[in-house]
T-cell receptor, first 115, second 111 residues
Framework: DAGVIQSPRHEVTEMGQEVTLRCKPI?????LFWYRQTMMRGLELLIY????????DSGMPEDRFSAKMPNASFSTLKIQPSEPRDSAVYFC?????????????FGEGSRLTVL | AQRVTQPEKLLSVFKGAPVELKCNYS??????LFWYVQYSRQRLQLLLR??SRESIKGFTADLNKGETSFHLKKPFAQEEDSAMYYC?????????????FGSGTRLQVQP
């Protein structure tokens, strides 16, 4: 298994543009998480899904952010419109109910720069 | 609300010196604590879990409920230990799976 796959790896965009980040979890995993990493705040949980259903989206900064999981093998995180303060590395992670609690498998991250 | 605090952004030590990465948490229930590590150009990965009471790559961490701490220790640092370390906690009594991470500490082991 290639692990959690994220795309794009790098994205540079201008303020006001729409950004879509994509994630393919590990096959068979039923939990999917979106985290944001910044120097100042470290890793922040944005939202997570269980069996494609959003469980907790209290970490989503504001209405400009939205996340979907249309099926078990794909999720998107969308920012519209993007702002410079959204610049960060966005991580997707997955885990399985049958696995060890607290063991998340992370993707390589998508580095977003908003100019 | 649950919170994880890692007071040091950077910890620099010499090879062979002892290492202690600090982690404090606030959670009134029954927490489960973890350490994650991110080596250069690698994915963030689980290092160890307090519930396993294990030693991984020479690292250990003891949960101290009285001091609400879960410090990561290694008696003799190696250059390959240089990485970003994150302490994390999960609510242990609700079945929830999401981790709350601290802000991370970069460990730099100098030759």
């Amino acid at each position: 298994d290639a692990g959690v796959i994220q795309s794009p790896r790098h994205e540079v965009t201008e303020m006001g543009q729409e950004v879509t980040l994509r994630c393919k979890p590990i096959s068979g995993h039923d939990y999917l998480f979106w985290y944001r990493q910044t120097m100042m705040r470290g890793l922040e949980l944005l939202i997570y899904f269980n069996n494609n259903v959003p469980i907790d989206d209290s970490g989503m900064p504001e209405d400009r952010f939205s996340a979907k999981m249309p099926n078990a093998s794909f999720s998107t995180l969308k920012i519209q419109p993007s702002e410079p303060r959204d610049s960060a590395v966005y991580f997707c992670a997955s885990s399985t109910t049958s696995g060890r609690a607290g063991e998340l498998f992370f993707g390589e991250g998508s580095r977003l720069t908003v100019l | 609300a649950q919170r994880v605090t890692q007071p040091e952004k950077l910890l620099s030590v010499f090879k062979g010196a002892p290492v202690e990465l600090k982690c404090n948490y606030s959670y009134s229930g029954s927490p489960e604590l973890f350490w994650y590590v991110q080596y250069s150009r690698q994915r963030l990965q689980l290092l160890l879990r307090h519930i396993s009471r294990e030693s991984i790559k020479g690292f250990t961490a003891d949960l101290n409920k009285g001091e609400t701490s879960f410090h990561l220790k290694k008696p003799f640092a190696q250059e390959e230990d240089s990485a970003m370390y994150y302490c994390a906690l999960i609510k242990g009594d609700t079945g929830r799976r999401a981790l709350t991470f601290g802000s991370g500490t970069r460990l730099q082991v100098q030759p």
